[in-house]
């Protein structure tokens, strides 16, 4: 996706805005100034579009401290031109508490609304008028008003994973179990997600992205779902791969080089006595042998810092954590020795037989 800026930190999360953001104000200034609109305009456009997005970044946190109050903490929040994403560590499995934070955002904006509605002389005409002009108060405020009713009435379209989307898969979990009540939820995102490119060619470019956004998004969300589903009753022993090569602490990062080349494994454990001490990764092993290292130990370069799995743990846990780490590569223990390693291409073997099985 590119790069994004940090700008701040609220509550302890991570405030970034995506370089296209800088895109969206460059495109406002060269529209206006094509419309041929004064200095005061341009800078009541630039203002109006930075309130929209304190607006969203509230939305966003609204999700994050409901999340917070399960225990489920928010990485960062990011602000794209097309809207905000909370990126929560994990979504609640708990229908109830999904229903809450989903609810949160939107509830954010209501409240927003609320508060502006004593300035806005509110005439009720509000789809028949336009923005109106932004450079008076009045003006301003009526079409923050506005956007932030609007910002809700698009939140309540139940497309999965949008939060409309998510309260209509709490509450059918409610009923049907998380498995179904996801399969169902992404089916309609995905529908209404075409319906949103389709729509959004004849009027608003956003929305086609927004569409593209919400189909990938409830498709891989369900794969995911789906395949916890057939994970569940399995543990790291049912998984973990037991062929494999690995270091003593007496080889060298050449020793290395050539173990790397005589297989497919990318990263390579040092074992001692049954015990993972060490691991060398493919990257780490070239950088070793650029910097003159070929006859260096590999205890004195390996990463002593690594994380490792119990034999016994969850496949389900260590798949949602796996997800989250590109390249996770996990020794797995049994009373702390060395029983083998596995990671998510292993995991996602792993769920291919099954589902194959199961057929
Ligand atoms: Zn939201």
Redesign the pocket.
């Known amino acids: 996706m590119g790069r994004s800026f940090q700008i701040g930190r609220i509550a302890g999360i991570k405030i970034l805005i995506h370089w296209t953001f800088l895109l969206l104000l460059g495109f406002i200034v060269f529209s206006e100034m094509r419309k041929g609109s004064d200095t005061t305009a341009i800078v009541a456009n630039i203002g109006f579009v930075l309130a929209l997005f304190l607006c969203v970044m509230l939305?966003?946190l609204?999700?994050s401290l409901a999340a917070k109050r399960y225990g489920i903490a928010t990485k960062h929040i990011t602000l794209l031109p097309i809207g905000?994403v909370?990126s929560l560590e994990r979504i609640p499995e708990d229908p109830k508490q999904e229903l809450w934070v989903?609810l949160a955002?939107?509830l954010v904006n209501v409240v927003i609304a609320l508060l502006l509605l004593p300035f806005v002389g509110f005439t009720g005409s509000f789809f028949a008028q336009s923005t109106g002009n932004l450079a008076s108060t009045q003006g301003f405020l009526y079409s923050l008003f506005r956007v932030n009713v609007i910002l809700v009435l698009f939140?309540a379209i139940p497309a999965f994973p949008?939060?409309g989307g998510r309260v209509l898969r709490a509450l059918l979990a409610m009923q049907l179990g998380r498995i179904r009540a996801t399969n169902i939820a992404s089916a309609l995102g995905r529908i209404i997600a075409v319906g949103f490119v389709f729509f959004g060619l004849f009027t608003n470019p956003f929305l086609v992205l927004i569409g593209i956004f919400v189909y990938f998004g409830a498709q891989s969300e369900n794969v995911v779902v789906q395949q916890i589903d057939l994970l569940k009753n399995y543990t790291v022993r049912d998984a973990m791969m037991t062929n494999f090569v690995t270091l003593t602490p007496a080889d060298t990062v050449k020793d290395a080089a050539d173990k790397l080349l005589s297989g497919s494994d990318q990263d390579l454990i040092v074992i001692d006595n049954d015990r993972a001490i060490g691991v060398m990764t493919r990257l780490l092993i070239i950088d070793s042998l650029r910097g003159n290292g070929r006859t260096t130990a590999v205890v004195d370069v390996m990463n002593r810092d690594f994380a490792t799995v119990q034999i016994s743990d969850r496949l389900t846990d260590v798949y949602v954590n796996a997800q989250q780490k590109p390249g996770a590569f996990y020794p797995v223990l049994e009373k702390n020795q060395f029983r083998g390693v596995i990671d998510l291409t292993n995991i996602n073997e792993f769920v291919a037989i099954r589902a194959s099985l199961s057929q």
């Open positions: 939305h966003e609204g999700h905000g909370a989903a955002g939107p939140n949008m939060d």
